[in-house]
Structure formats: structure tokens, C-alpha cells
């Protein structure tokens, strides 16, 4: 059995859950998923719409606020009870954080950041990019492994979902807040000015093209018209024109939504595996031979400074 570890905040779930579930089920075999938190309740309910054996709640008072030990605690228990194969989780901020203790706990080996999970003469191999995405490395491990998922990588609509409900079941642990070393403070999205692109649904993303640091306001017009989220490649952000958490990339977020508008950005290897995840992505850039085409869905050859406002004008009309 697959467990898959759901990632949920005051009762909403993470998209990437589903991205997760969907790889597990990809992967064969039967998959039961866990949320852990003080009250799972709602998030339980939502994932037992997926075609799943079970859905484990593992709730204790102590599990929220999030912090590292106190889930390395409570997964740890309820994997020694479940015994399952693979672990899969998303690859969040949050699991980066607890995922390694987790799998050191457990004795067993951690793969991060797998783009999918393939069969080769009987062996479960895990897929992740190495060298900054330029290269699928295949990673063979002995035993059970945890494995977490690269934001997009599988797509959430992919999910196989039940006839009926699955069976939702409680999880007792023991989880000792006077154990806990961390002392949380406000999550990472709730930080001032900082914005989870992750969870977009369209993203317009500005690129060098863009020329100065005035003209991003049309990139900004063009985003509030279709009610997307501002991105940006490392020249821009590294300029100051827009700020970090508006990076995407391999040094910035990884995201996935359903349409990626890139303006002016050459498609260099690094942006690229920041983004490839998009549902639709859509290219405007002057040079016919640029490196976005190759991921575009649709690709506009022309002066963004031409087609923008034109967009821009016909959306408004
Ligand atoms: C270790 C490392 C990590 C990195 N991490 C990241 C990362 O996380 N994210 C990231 O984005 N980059 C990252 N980079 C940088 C990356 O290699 C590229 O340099 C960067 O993505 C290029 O940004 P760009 O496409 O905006 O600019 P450029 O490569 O300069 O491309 C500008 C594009 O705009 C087009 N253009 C120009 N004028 C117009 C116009 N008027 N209309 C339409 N098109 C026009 C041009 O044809 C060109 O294709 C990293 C690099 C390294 C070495």
C-alpha cells in the first residue's frame, strides 16, 4: 500500500495533495491517505472522494500549529502502525522541512522532488531532475522509500475518483507538546507582501523583454484583466522591478496553474523548470527561435509592446 501524506492549512487542502494522490495511483497497487492536523475533519472529507482504500485521520491538539517535531512524531507512529510501502508527500515548504526527519526516522531512504514513478524489469524507479533540471536522473531504492512530488509534475485532475466515499478512519498518537522544540511563527504565505504562487490559476509572467521597470505595468493590466498573479524571471526580481516571491524558477517557486502567459522571457533551462508544469502556457516573445515555443502551447512571434495592450483592449471591450 501507497500512504500518500495530504498537506492541509486550518481545513483547506493543498492542490498538490491531489497531484500526490494522482502519482501514487499512477504508481499501481492500493493507496491510503493521511491528514494530520488538531481537526482534520473537513479535509478528510474531501479526499475521500478519491478512488482510495482508506482515509486516516491523524489528529492530535499538538499538530497545530504545523511544526517539525510534532509531525515527525505523529507520521512516525502511524507509519510503525500501517506498515506502508512508499511514502508519498508533495514537495511543499513544509515538507522540506519535516520530510528528511521523517525518513530518518523511519530508516529509510528519501527521494525529493520526483516528477514520476516508472516500473523497469520489476524495479520501482523514481524520476527527478538533477543539474538544475537539464537531466532525468532514475533513482532505485532497496526498501520502502518516501518520495515527495514536484509541484505540477502530475496533474491534479488526473485523480481517479471513487464510486463511492472511501472509508474515512481515525488515527490515535500521542503527540507531547512539551517535546516540541519549534516555536512556530506566521506561516510563510501570511508573511507580509509574500505570495504563494504555487496555488495560481493563471499566472502572466514578465521577462527581460520587458525592457524597464514602468513597462511592468502593462504586464500588471494585463494580469488584473484575467485575474492572474504577477510572475517573473531572476533578471527581474534580480533588478528589483518585482520581488523575490515573484520568481519562478529553479531558484524561485515551482508552479502549476491552468494558463501561464510568458511575456518576453527566452525559456532558459532554469525558468523553464519552474513552470513546464503549466496546463497552457502561452508565449509571446519577438525572437521565432526562443526556448519558451518549445513548452508553448501558443506561441505569439511579435513586439509584446504591440500585442499586450491590443489583449488588453479586447478583453476590456
Ligand atoms: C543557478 C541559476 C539559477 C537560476 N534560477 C533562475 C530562476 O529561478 N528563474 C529564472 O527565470 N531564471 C533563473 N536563472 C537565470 C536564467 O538562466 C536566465 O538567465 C533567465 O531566465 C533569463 O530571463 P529572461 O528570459 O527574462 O531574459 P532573456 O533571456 O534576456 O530573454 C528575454 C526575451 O525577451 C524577448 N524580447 C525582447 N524584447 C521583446 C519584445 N519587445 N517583445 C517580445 N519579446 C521580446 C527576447 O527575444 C528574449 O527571448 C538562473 C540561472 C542560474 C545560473
Known amino acids: 500500500m501507497t500512504l500518500v501524506i495530504a498537506e492541509q492549512q486550518d481545513g483547506t487542502l ?23 492536523g488538531a481537526d482534520t475533519a473537513a479535509a ?24 517539525l517535531d510534532g509531525f515527525v512524531a505523529a507520521l512516525g507512529e502511524v507509519i510503525a502502525a500501517e506498515q506502508p510501502g512508499d511514502v508519498f508527500l508533495p514537495h ?13 526516522r523511519l530508516g529509510r531512504a528519501l527521494v525529493t522532488d520526483c516528477v514520476a514513478v516508472k516500473q523497469d524489469a520489476g524495479r520501482r524507479l523514481f524520476v527527478r531532475p538533477v543539474f538544475q533540471g537539464r537531466l532525468l536522473a532514475d533513482v532505485a531504492c532497496d526498501g520502502p522509500a518516501v518520495a515527495t512530488f514536484q509541484i505540477g509534475a502530475v496533474r491534479a485532475d488526473t485523480v481517479a475518483r471513487g464510486a463511492a466515499p472511501a472509508p474515512i478512519r481515525a488515527v490515535a498518537v500521542t503527540v507531547d507538546a512539551g517535546a516540541i522544540r519549534q516555536k512556530p511563527e506566521a ?109 508553448a502551447d501558443y506561441g505569439v512571434v511579435g513586439d509584446l509592446f504591440d500585442i499586450v495592450p491590443a489583449v488588453i483592449k479586447e478583453l476590456q471591450g
Open 187 to 295: 506561516p510563510f504565505r501570511e508573511a507580509k507582501q509574500a505570495v504563494d504562487l504555487s496555488q495560481a490559476e493563471r499566472i502572466v509572467s514578465v521577462g527581460r523583454g520587458i525592457k524597464d521597470q514602468e513597462k511592468v505595468a502593462l504586464a500588471q493590466q494585463l494580469a488584473a484583466a484575467i485575474g492572474a498573479e504577477l510572475g517573473a524571471s531572476r533578471p527581474i526580481c534580480d533588478a528589483g522591478w518585482l520581488p523575490m516571491d515573484r520568481q519562478i524558477g529553479s531558484s524561485g517557486q515551482t508552479v502549476a496553474p491552468k494558463l501561464y502567459l510568458a511575456l518576453g522571457i527566452s525559456g532558459a533551462i532554469q525558468h523553464l523548470v519552474g513552470m513546464k508544469g503549466a496546463r497552457t502556457i502561452v508565449a509571446i516573445n519577438k525572437d521565432p527561435e526562443a526556448p519558451i515555443f518549445e513548452v
Open 14 to 36: 493543498n492542490k498538490s495533495s491531489w497531484e500526490t494522490i494522482a502519482a501514487a495511483q499512477q504508481a499501481g497497487g492500493p493507496v491510503t491517505v493521511a491528514v494530520v
Open 92 to 104: 511543499t515548504y513544509r515538507t522540506r522541512d519535516f520530510a528528511p526527519a521523517l525518513a530518518v
Open 44 to 67: 478528510a472529507g474531501e479526499l475521500a472522494s478519491a478512488d482510495v482504500a482508506e482515509v486516516l485521520r491523524v489528529e492530535a491538539p499538538a499538530l497545530t500549529p504545523y511544526t
